[in-house]
C-alpha cells in the first residue's frame, strides 16, 4: 500500500532554514515524479518544485528559485524539501504528492509557521 | 505561466442539486488537466485525471470534461460528503498551476 509520511510540524524564526521529509512505502522513490506543493492558511495550492527520479533532474518554480532545494535518499525511500530565508508569508502548510497522471497520492501535510 | 481561472468561486447548493464547475486556462492544454477535492484540514483528493478518466475508487456521481482552454467538472446529484473546496490543475507543463479554487457549501 502506497503511503507518503511527512515529518512533523515546525516553528522557524525569519531568515532560518526548515527541512520537511516524506517517507514513501509502497513503491520505490526512484519511479515516479514527487511534486512539493503548499498552502498558505485560506489560500489556494501552490506548486513549488518537481522531482524526477528516472533523471534525478529538479524543476522549481521560478519563485523558490535560489532559495529550495528538492533532494531524495534512495537509502531510506525518502525526499526532502528545504526551504531557505524563511520570511512570514511562507507560513503554510507544506504537501509532497506523487505524480502518475495527477498527483494521486500526497502526504498528510508539514505545517511551517514563520514567527518571530 | 499558464493560468487557470474556475468558475464560480462559491457555489451554495443542496444535496441531490446537480452541480458544474468551470476551469479555464489561459492557454491550450489538450486534455492535460486534473481535478482535486479537498477537505478542511485534509490533503487533496485526485478525483479525475486526463480531464475526463475517473479515478479509482471515486464515485461515478463525478465526471469531467473538456479540452483546450474550457473544462468542467460535474457532480451529477450532489451527497453530503461532497461539501468541499475544488481545484483544477493543469499538467501541460511547467510551472504547474492551480485554479483558486472551489468551495461548495450546503445550501
Known amino acids: 500500500q502506497v503511503q507518503l509520511v511527512q515529518s512533523g510540524a515546525e516553528v522557524k524564526k525569519p531568515g532560518a532554514s526548515v527541512k520537511v521529509s516524506c517517507r514513501v512505502t509502497g513503491y520505490t522513490v526512484t519511479r515516479y515524479f514527487m511534486h512539493w506543493v503548499r498552502q498558505a492558511p485560506g489560500q489556494s495550492l501552490e506548486w513549488m518544485g518537481t522531482f524526477n527520479p528516472p533523471s534525478g533532474g529538479k524543476y522549481y518554480a521560478q519563485k523558490f528559485q535560489g532559495r529550495v532545494s528538492m533532494t531524495r535518499d534512495t537509502s531510506t525511500n525518502t525526499f526532502y524539501m528545504e526551504l531557505n530565508s524563511l520570511k512570514s508569508e511562507d507560513t503554510a502548510v507544506y504537501y509532497c504528492?506523487?505524480?502518475?497522471?495527477?498527483?494521486?497520492?500526497w502526504g498528510q501535510g508539514t505545517l511551517v509557521t514563520v514567527s518571530s | 505561466d499558464i493560468q487557470l481561472t474556475q468558475s464560480p468561486s462559491f457555489l451554495s447548493a443542496s444535496v441531490g442539486d446537480r452541480v458544474t464547475i468551470t476551469c479555464r486556462a489561459s492557454?491550450?492544454?489538450?486534455?492535460?488537466l486534473a481535478w482535486y477535492q479537498q477537505k478542511p484540514g485534509k490533503a487533496p483528493n485526485l478525483l479525475i485525471f486526463?480531464?475526463?478518466t475517473l479515478q479509482s475508487g471515486v464515485p461515478s456521481r463525478f465526471s469531467g470534461s473538456g479540452s483546450g482552454t474550457e473544462f468542467t467538472l460535474t457532480i451529477s446529484s450532489l451527497q453530503p460528503e461532497d461539501f468541499a473546496t475544488y481545484y483544477c490543475h493543469q499538467v501541460k507543463t511547467y510551472p504547474r498551476t492551480f485554479g483558486q479554487g472551489t468551495k461548495v457549501e450546503i445550501k
Open positions: 486526463a480531464a475526463s
Open positions: 492557454q491550450g492544454i489538450s486534455t492535460y
Open positions: 504528492a506523487r505524480e502518475i497522471s495527477g498527483m494521486d497520492y
